[in-house]
């Protein structure tokens, strides 16, 4: 029955692929990344990292302990803080951007490489379980945030943990992509040259037809 869900879920999301809105969505993933970790608007890691001293976004390591966590949220100050929720202001805009855009893109690399054989078009979900992970890791921070000084080990605890199953979903996303891509580069790579032989073969046979 669960497979069944996720398929239905799967197909659901390739019925609304489409290589203009993938586009949008991904080149605008970009720009938030680049907003997010190479620019200085007050939202952005690089200004977090000049208010603290050095501490940047829990969300951009790969794990941390509630212990770290806390440790961090201290370093940032109050001003480190208010930018912290102004970030996750903007990450929760972030999520269905990157999520949906991903997932056309697994949906298009996968139907590209197996054709009408879709069995692996359950790809395309992972970049939602990443997208789940975000939130629970953005509901946590931001719980935080709002309850700080006051601490709960429980919840940092549960934050790193979201954290560092996001960033192993990431992992499995950028592999599987790289691996689709790279199929798909050498079998374009490998029928070019039949392609070009079955082109001379036609024209030459459209001549002696002549």
């Not at 690399?109 to 970049?127: I, M, Q, R, T, Y």
């Not at 992992?171 to 392609?195: D, E, H, M, T």
Request: net charge positive.
């Amino acid at each position: 029955m669960q497979r069944n869900f996720l398929n239905k879920l799967s197909d659901g999301v390739a019925k609304l692929y489409s290589a203009r809105l993938m586009q949008i969505l991904l080149i605008t993933a970009v720009v938030f990344f680049w907003l997010f970790n190479f620019s200085h608007f007050s939202f952005s890691n690089p200004s977090l990292i000049k208010i603290s001293g050095g501490p940047g976004l829990l969300d951009v390591m790969p794990f941390y302990t509630a212990q770290e966590a806390y440790s961090m949220l201290g370093q940032y100050g109050m001003k480190g803080r208010e930018l912290y929720l102004k970030f996750l202001a903007a990450d929760f805009m972030f999520i269905p951007v990157y999520s949906f855009g991903f997932s056309f893109l697994f949906t298009r690399s996968v139907k590209a490489k197996f054709g009408e054989n879709d069995h692996w078009l359950w790809l395309n979900l992972l970049p939602f379980a990443i997208g789940t992970f975000d939130c629970l890791e953005n509901f946590s921070i931001l719980s935080m945030l709002l309850m700080y000084p006051e601490s709960n080990w429980a919840l940092a605890t549960f934050s790193g943990f979201a954290t560092l199953c996001k960033t192993v979903l990431t992992l499995v996303s950028l592999l599987c992509l790289g691996y689709l891509g790279v199929s798909l580069i050498i079998r374009r790579i490998v029928n070019q040259p039949a392609k070009k032989a079955l082109t001379i073969i036609s024209k030459n046979k459209g001549v002696s037809d002549e």
